[in-house]
């Protein structure tokens, strides 16, 4: 279906839920930067929350989340009352903002009981201008439970994405995510029942001893469930980075053009079944929200991935958690350690990321249109002659072309849309830090 063209995607390439990417961030930030960028925050305007989990009752071997295991009810006790701590911080500063929607992820959200979310929720609620805000989770099907679901119905969840990756019990067991077929059906009709609208499937290519027709089946086997949403992303090996990934078999892997066949099957056999493709990896029923975003042209990227969240202001709390304002971006700290060590002297835990320029959020803005929309008005950037250059490659295949300054995606250009984007990036240089392949 479409030409692989391997020195196009020769050069590990970031995933850009933001610009600058976490790649770029340093410590030369901290917390008077999250003072100024909440005070920055007008009385009208409508933000979104992120809320960080970073726990899971099994750590599985991919997984280049940061997360650790919920072994002790105590870590999570403790973990929770200082979020808690961190709400009251922040609401104390920009409660007059209407909160639009509260994304909770990890790690594994549902790896605290479910009274335990629910008093979260309320704090959260409570503590902020809260009118009918949208709420998404992130959950682990291993373990979920009616109770879980019930509490989900109460506070009207609409949006919940199942980790699923694969649903081959080989291909399962070599990456230490053991959940039959069967698990994933009984939660997805406890969501059903919990009136949930939105039902997304994580989904991975590229995993040990993978084949095409191995990934053929697990998408089948998904559709036949009816998610709403599925999101296909090539499995990231980088075990220097993630020690746990060591128990991966990297000899097992399947190779560039396989991955790239992978990427290609998943396209043609989502899309066939009538699932809309957003962006490079992602899919939706038409009548999603999410489908009709990316139809209309409003929709957005951020460390989501690709959303239909108008938000420009992201709040982040918890460890690790990034937030992203107009001018900066800003992360918590990854060790919870030391986040328990800042709230508890009742300051801000942010301690790096990055401040971001007129030409960043320029740049950003052409990336994220590539991304999404798959054209972008170059015309403002100072190094537009040189990106032009850098894009020559891109245009001689035939998967870009230009009218005037304004750069055009061919249909075949979805693969190497980070290839292209990566273009844009005035950080990215020969020899920069290592990042994913870019299929």
Same mark, same amino acid.
């Given at each position: ?76 006790? +403790? %973990? ?7 709400? &009251?911080?922040?609401? @104390?500063?920009?409660?007059? =903002?209407? $909160? #639009? !929607? ?51 119905? +109460? %506070? ?7 980790? &699923?990756?694969?649903? @081959?019990?080989?291909?399962? =067991?070599? $990456? #230490? !995510? ?262």
């Amino acid at each position: 279906m479409w030409t692989y063209y391997p020195e196009l995607l020769a050069v590990p390439v970031p995933r850009y839920t933001s610009y600058p990417t976490a790649a770029e961030f340093t410590d030369s930030v901290g917390p008077a930067d999250m003072h100024a960028a909440l005070a920055g925050i007008g009385a009208h305007e409508t933000v979104s929350l992120y809320v960080h989990v970073p726990y899971c009752r099994q750590i599985c071997w991919y997984c280049g989340c940061n997360t650790g295991a919920a072994n002790r009810s105590a870590r999570l006790d +403790a %973990y929770l009352a200082r979020l808690e701590q961190e709400i &009251v911080l922040v609401a @104390d500063r920009v409660g007059h =903002a209407r $909160i #639009g !929607r509260i994304a909770f992820g990890g790690g594994s959200p549902n790896a605290v009981a479910p009274a335990q979310f629910a008093r979260l929720v309320e704090r959260i609620v409570t503590s902020f201008r809260c009118d009918d805000p949208v709420l998404s989770v992130e959950l682990d099907p291993r373990g979920f439970t009616a109770e879980w679901a019930a509490m989900l119905a +109460a %506070y009207r969840v609409s949006r919940v994405s199942l980790g &699923v990756q694969t649903l @081959d019990p080989a291909i399962q =067991a070599a $990456i #230490g !995510r053991v959940q039959p077929t069967d698990e994933v059906s009984r939660v997805m009709a406890l969501l059903r029942k919990a009136n949930v609208g939105s039902i997304n499937f994580d989904l991975m290519y590229g995993l040990p001893n993978q084949s095409e027709a191995a990934l053929e089946a697990t998408l089948l086997d998904s559709l036949a469930m009816e998610p709403d949403r599925l999101a296909v992303f090539g499995y990231a090996h980088v075990p220097s980075m993630i020690p746990r990934q060591r128990r991966i078999d990297a000899t097992a892997l399947p190779g560039a053009q396989a991955r790239f066949g992978q990427a290609a099957l998943a396209y043609a056999t989502l899309t066939e079944a009538g699932h809309a493709a957003i962006g490079f990896d992602h899919f939706a029923k038409p009548s999603d929200a999410l489908a009709q975003a990316s139809e209309n042209g409003t929709l957005r990227r951020n460390f989501q991935g690709f959303t239909e969240d108008p938000a420009t202001t992201l709040i982040a709390l918890g460890a690790s958690a990034i937030s992203e304002f107009r001018g900066a971006l800003l992360q918590n700290e990854k060790s919870t350690g030391r986040y328990h060590v800042a709230l508890a002297a009742s300051r801000f835990a942010t301690v790096r990321g990055i401040r971001r320029t007129a030409e960043d959020r320029m740049r950003g803005k052409a990336i994220e249109a590539v991304l999404t929309r798959g054209f972008a008005d170059l015309s403002g950037l100072p190094d537009f002659a040189s990106v032009h250059d850098r894009l020559l490659p891109f245009e001689n295949t035939g998967l870009v072309d230009w009218d005037g300054t304004t750069l055009r995606l061919s249909p075949d250009a979805r693969l190497y849309a980070r290839s292209i984007a990566a273009t844009l990036d005035a950080y990215r240089s020969p020899g920069a830090r290592q990042f994913s392949t870019a299929v």
